[in-house]
């Protein structure tokens, strides 16, 4: 009886499409995980401006005055290969888009007094909770 030295047609057959298999399911998810991190760069620059229409309102006690480039804050951010153009803030409320790259999702922040009426309460809407980008 011979023995067999290395691996048959089949086994290196059913090896191939274990890895195809496994690759089909993983690369979805590292696409979706890699536009969430470049989402990141949107959260952060958020946070500037969280900071800036915090202390608007609490030297003017008037969310509609806290517009971007006014009161203190400053004026809408430029366009980043992650954070597209066009992000506002409009009476204290923050958009922002990402690009493509980091999935093109949409982050709305609305400021609202708290119930004593002395901070500032973040409600955080957009396309990016459904994808779990937002913090």
Request: aromatic residues 6%.
């Amino acid at each position: 009886m011979k023995q067999q030295k290395g691996f048959t047609l089949i086994e290196l057959m059913i090896v191939v499409a274990i890895i195809g298999l496994i690759a089909s399911f993983a690369l979805p998810a590292y696409t979706e995980h890699t536009m969430k991190a470049r989402f990141a760069e949107v959260n952060a620059i958020s946070n500037t401006y969280k900071t800036a229409v915090a202390l608007c309102y609490s030297e003017s006690n008037d969310l509609t005055v806290c517009d971007a480039g006014s009161h203190g804050i400053p004026g809408p951010a430029d366009a980043t290969d992650n954070l597209a153009a066009g992000m506002t803030v409009i009476d204290g409320v923050i958009t922002l888009t990402g690009t493509q790259a980091a999935g093109g999702w949409t982050s709305v922040l609305a400021p609202a007094l708290s119930e004593s009426g002395s901070t500032l309460v973040w409600t955080q809407s957009g396309t990016c909770l459904e994808k779990g980008a937002c913090k």
